[in-house]
């Protein structure tokens, strides 16, 4: 099991909402904590800086902040890229660069001497061992205001538990696309190989990286992200309930089996998903909600105001 979260401030702010974006989505995660104990993660959507993008990447096991932190920017240089600010953060590094080329070309340039969590002009994923309460306030979650994010803990099952095996994913090569999953691709070799014939890249084995990739790849084609969400309905095999998540909008798709969970409540304001009631309840004390759960082999799409 694993446990996936989302919110959507629908005109781009609170409103009556009495709680940061950050807590909300690690309340969420706090109250389906049995459902996944090993990591926590969450993909946050910042206002964006003109000209510049958010890049963060993994320090390696053993490594030095200072060190790796030097070593990136040497590595991010040769590759034309302006780094205009580093900040090391528990396991991670966060910088703030300029660059105007082919960021799947720079992913493809740099995949094999540094760890990329995340790129894009909002993105920023924050994610490691441990439970959410824990961490929450070891990275500043509970600082993150924007309108957006979705969220994930998980349990490991097919993989050990590290940092870089820890939900959400970005699509590797493209800005600002991040998912969460609950479940299991069946097909995720061939897709992989197919996806990789076309020129998309791949940073781990885990499924729930692939579906990110293979939205970005529909998209990058031209498709749009409600198309992609359909699309993947015929194209990925197995059991899953997913979220995806943009620059401006937040989307799910779940498979004809619907053995996956996922919960909705939605108002004139925002969307709050979660994979069980008891999660959304958590954000909403002593209120009856009308939440819903979205039927087999459907997929939906939500918005903010711009």
């Given at each position: 099991m694993c446990a996936i979260a989302g919110i959507l401030f629908k005109n781009g702010r609170r409103g009556h909402f009495d709680m940061s974006t950050g807590?909300?989505?690690t309340r969420i995660l706090d109250a389906t904590l049995h459902r996944g104990?090993?990591?926590?993660?969450?993909?946050?959507?910042?206002?964006?800086?003109?000209?510049?993008l958010r890049m963060r990447f993994l320090i390696p096991d053993g490594g030095d902040a200072e060190s790796e932190t030097a070593t990136i920017q040497a590595v991010l240089e040769a590759q034309g890229v302006q780094v205009i600010d580093a900040s090391p953060l528990g396991c991670t590094i966060g910088m703030t660069v300029c660059f105007e080329g082919d960021l799947l070309a720079l992913t493809h340039a740099i995949e094999h001497q540094v760890k990329l969590v995340s790129v894009g002009e909002?993105?920023?994923i924050i994610k490691d061992v441990g439970q959410p309460l824990d961490l929450a306030p070891r990275y500043g979650i509970g600082d993150f205001d924007g309108a957006h994010g979705i969220a994930h803990i998980r349990l490991a099952t097919e993989s050990g538990v590290h940092p870089d095996t820890s939900h959400p994913f970005w699509a590797c090569g493209f800005a600002d696309i991040a998912t969460v999953h609950n479940g299991q691709i069946t097909n995720y070799w061939i897709m992989r190989r197919r996806l990789e014939r076309r020129g998309m890249t791949f940073q781990t084995e885990n499924d729930t990286e692939l579906i990110a990739v293979y939205l970005a790849y529909r998209m990058s084609r031209g498709a749009s992200l409600e198309d992609a969400l359909k699309t993947s309905l015929a194209d990925l095999d197995g059991t899953f309930s997913y979220l995806v998540a943009t620059r401006d909008a937040i989307g799910y798709a779940k498979d004809k089996l619907a053995a996956k969970p996922m919960v909705k409540y939605e108002d004139d304001?925002?969307?709050?998903?979660?994979?069980?009631?008891v999660g959304i309840n958590r954000l909403?004390?002593?209120?009856?909600?009308?939440?819903?759960?979205?039927?087999?082999l459907?997929?939906?799409?939500?918005?903010?105001?711009k």
């Open positions: 807590e909300a989505l104990p090993d990591s926590a993660g969450w993909a946050l959507y910042r206002e964006p800086e003109p000209g510049r909002s993105l920023d304001d925002m969307i709050v998903i979660s994979s069980e009631e909403f004390p002593g209120r009856a909600l009308a939440t819903t759960e979205p039927a087999p459907t997929y939906g799409l939500w918005s903010r105001s």
